[in-house]
C-alpha cells in the first residue's frame, strides 16, 4: 500500500511515524483496514458483526508497541469503528492510536471509535490516543470517541489523550473501572479555538481495594470555543482518588469544569482541584523580559502548558 | 552606560493617584556593581521595572549607551541588553527550567547551563528537567530566577531583593555567583536591590531610595553611616512606639 503525503501528514500528526514501524500496526483510512500486521505477541484481527478490530496481546509481552491509527481524507465520510484491546496479564505495551481528518468540502466528516481496554492481572500499558483536524473546506470534522477500561488487579494504565487542533466538534465519554491494587491514570490535553466546540465525559468507578486513580486535564479554549469537562471519580472502597483540571481560558471563549467525587466507603480518599484563568500578565512579562514578543510569549506559555 | 533622566512615575489606585517615583536622576556606569536599598515601600522595584519597560513613567527619559529606550517596550529591553531577575518570579505549568534558561539565552551550551544551575547551588541533573510550576518552593524558583539572568550575560543586570525568600547559606551562594558573572565581564553593570547589612558594602555605589526620591547616593562607606543612622532611628521609634502602647 502506498501512502500520499496528505496520508503522511495526518500520520505524522498523530503518531509521529514518518515510515511504517516493524512489529504491530493496524492503518485505517476511510473506512477500510489498508495496512495490517500482526506480530509473535501481538494479533490483530476484524470483529466479524461489525466494523472494527480486536488486538490482543500475549500475556507476559514485554516493551511492545502496536500502532493503530486511523486516517480520514474522503470528505463527508462518516466513520463509525469498534476496536478491543486485551492486553494479557503481566504484559508491558504501549498503544498508539488517534485519528487525522483531513476536510476539504462542506460536508461534514466524522469519526465515532469506540474503544475497550481491558488490562489484564499485573499488565501495563500505556495508550496514546491523538486527534487531529485539517482542510479548509466549510464541513465540520468530528471526532466521538467513547472509550471503556477495565483495569484488573494489579494492572497499571496511563491513557494520554490529546486533541491537537482542528477539530470542530467532540464528545469523549470515558468509563473506568479500576481493580484490587490497580492503578489508572488519564491524562487529557485539548485545545479549541474558533467556534469549536468540546466535550469530555469522565467516570472512574475505583472498585477494588486499594486502587488508585486520577485524571489530569490541561485544556486551553480560544476565540469563542466552547468547553465542557466532567470528571467524577466514584470511590467504592478503600483507595485514593484525584481529579485535577486546569484550564486557560482566551478572548471570547467559555470553559465549564465540573469535577465530582462521590465516595461509597468511608476508607476512600478522594480529592479534587479545579482552575480556570488566563494567562497572567506577569508570566507574559517575564517571558517578554526575556525577548520574546508577546505572541511569542502566549504561544510559549500555551505549548508548555498543553505539553 | 544607562541613565535615568528626570523619571516621575505616578500611579492610580482605586481612584486616587500616588507618587511613586520623583524626578529621578541616576546614571550606571559600566564594570560598577550598584546596590539600591531604602525602606519598603520607597520606589526601589519600581526603579528596577522602569528602567525594564514593566512600568511606563510619566515624565523622564531612559538612555542606554546615549540612545533613547523610552518608547521601547519589555521585549526590546531585553534585546538591547537589559535584564531583570523579578522580586517574585512567576510560574509556568509546562516548562521546564532548561526551557526557561533556553529562551534567555537560546545558544546556550549544557555545560554552561549546568554549571550555571551549580553556581545558583542546585543540582543541574535535578532540577533542569523539572517543570516551573508548584512543585518547587520560593527560594528554588528564586535561583532559578537568578540563573536566568546570569545566563543572559546581559550589558545591565538587574537583580530585585535576590535574598528575599532564599535560606542564609543560599543568600552567600547566589551573591558570590553574581559578583563571580559582573567580575568577568568589565563592561558589565549589575544592580542589586537589597536590604542585606552583607550585601551592600560589596557594592561601588549604594543608591538609598525612599519615598519615591534618592535620598542619598555615594560608596558604601560614605553612605553606611546615613543608612545605619535611619536604622536605629527607625528601631528608636518602634520602641518608643511599643513603650507608649504598653503605657496606655
Known amino acids: 500500500m502506498k501512502f500520499n503525503s496528505l496520508d503522511w501528514e495526518l500520520l505524522g500528526a498523530i503518531t509521529e511515524l514518518n515510515e511504517l514501524p516493524k512489529g504491530a500496526i493496524n492503518i485505517r483510512k476511510d473506512g477500510e483496514a489498508i495496512v495490517r500486521n500482526s506480530s509473535p505477541n501481538i494479533t490483530i484481527s476484524s470483529f466479524i458483526d461489525k466494523p472494527g478490530i480486536i488486538v490482543e496481546i500475549k500475556p507476559e509481552t514485554k516493551d511492545e508497541s502496536v500502532h493503530v491509527p486511523v486516517l480520514l481524507t474522503n470528505s463527508g465520510l462518516k466513520d463509525k469503528v469498534y476496536n478491543t484491546f486485551i492486553v494479557g496479564e503481566n504484559a508491558d505495551i504501549t498503544i498508539i492510536a488517534g485519528c487525522g481528518i483531513h476536510n476539504e468540502s462542506h460536508a461534514d466528516s466524522a469519526h465515532d471509535g469506540i474503544h475497550e481496554i481491558i488490562v489484564k492481572k499485573g499488565a501495563r500499558m500505556k495508550y496514546i490516543e491523538k486527534h487531529y483536524g485539517q482542510g479548509k473546506g466549510k464541513g465540520k470534522r468530528i471526532f466521538n470517541p467513547t472509550t471503556i477500561i477495565r483495569v484488573e488487579e494489579d494492572g497499571v494504565a496511563e491513557l494520554e489523550m490529546v486533541q491537537i487542533e482542528g477539530v470542530d466538534d467532540t464528545i469523549r465519554p470515558t468509563t473506568a473501572y479500576v481493580g484490587k491494587k490497580a492503578s489508572l491514570t488519564i491524562v487529557e490535553r485539548l485545545l479549541t479555538h474558533g467556534e469549536q466546540k468540546a466535550e469530555s465525559d469522565v467516570k472512574i468507578y475505583i472498585e477494588g481495594e486499594g486502587g488508585a486513580a486520577q485524571i489530569l486535564s490541561r485544556s486551553i479554549a480560544r476565540d469563542t470555543s466552547e468547553q465542557v469537562f466532567r470528571a467524577a471519580m466514584i470511590g467504592q472502597t478503600e483507595c485514593l482518588g484525584h481529579v485535577e483540571c486546569d484550564s486557560i481560558i482566551m478572548g471570547n471563549a467559555k470553559i465549564k469544569a465540573v469535577p465530582e467525587l462521590v465516595a461509597e466507603s468511608a476508607d476512600a480518599v478522594l480529592t479534587h482541584e479545579a482552575a480556570i484563568g488566563k494567562i497572567a500578565g506577569e508570566q507574559l512579562i517575564k517571558l517578554m523580559s526575556l525577548g520574546l514578543t508577546e505572541p511569542e510569549a502566549i504561544d510559549t506559555i500555551l505549548e508548555g502548558f498543553l505539553r | ?248
Open chain 2, 1 to 248: 552606560m544607562l541613565r535615568l533622566e528626570n523619571i516621575s512615575l505616578t500611579v492610580n489606585n482605586n481612584g486616587e493617584s500616588k507618587d511613586i517615583l520623583n524626578n529621578i536622576n541616576i546614571s550606571f556606569v559600566p564594570g560598577k556593581l550598584y546596590g539600591i536599598t531604602g525602606p519598603n515601600g520607597g520606589g526601589k522595584t519600581s526603579i528596577a521595572k522602569t528602567i525594564m519597560g514593566i512600568f511606563k513613567p510619566n515624565t523622564g527619559s531612559i538612555y542606554l549607551n546615549e540612545e533613547d529606550i523610552s518608547d521601547l517596550d519589555v521585549a526590546e529591553r531585553a534585546k538591547k541588553g537589559i535584564a531583570y531577575a523579578f522580586q517574585q518570579p512567576p510560574r509556568f505549568k509546562g516548562l521546564t527550567v532548561e526551557d526557561l534558561l533556553k529562551i534567555a539565552r537560546p545558544d546556550i551550551e549544557t555545560m554552561e547551563m549546568r554549571k550555571t544551575i551549580r553556581d545558583v547551588g542546585l543540582c543541574p541533573e535535578d532540577y533542569l528537567a523539572r517543570d516551573l510550576g508548584p512543585g518547587l518552593s520560593g527560594g528554588e524558583m528564586k535561583r532559578i530566577e537568578i540563573a536566568q539572568v546570569l545566563t543572559r550575560n546581559a550589558e545591565i543586570s538587574i537583580f530585585d531583593e535576590p535574598e528575599a525568600g532564599v535560606d542564609l547559606w543560599t543568600i552567600q551562594r547566589l551573591i558570590f555567583a553574581i559578583m563571580q558573572n559582573f567580575k568577568t565581564r568589565p563592561d558589565a553593570t549589575a544592580i542589586i536591590i537589597t536590604h542585606n547589612e552583607n550585601v551592600l558594602p560589596l557594592c561601588d555605589e549604594i543608591i538609598v531610595v525612599e519615598d519615591g526620591e534618592i535620598s542619598a547616593i555615594g560608596k558604601p562607606d560614605e553612605v553606611w553611616s546615613l543608612i545605619r543612622e535611619e536604622i536605629e532611628c527607625q528601631r528608636r521609634n518602634e520602641c518608643r512606639g511599643e513603650m507608649l502602647n504598653e503605657i496606655q
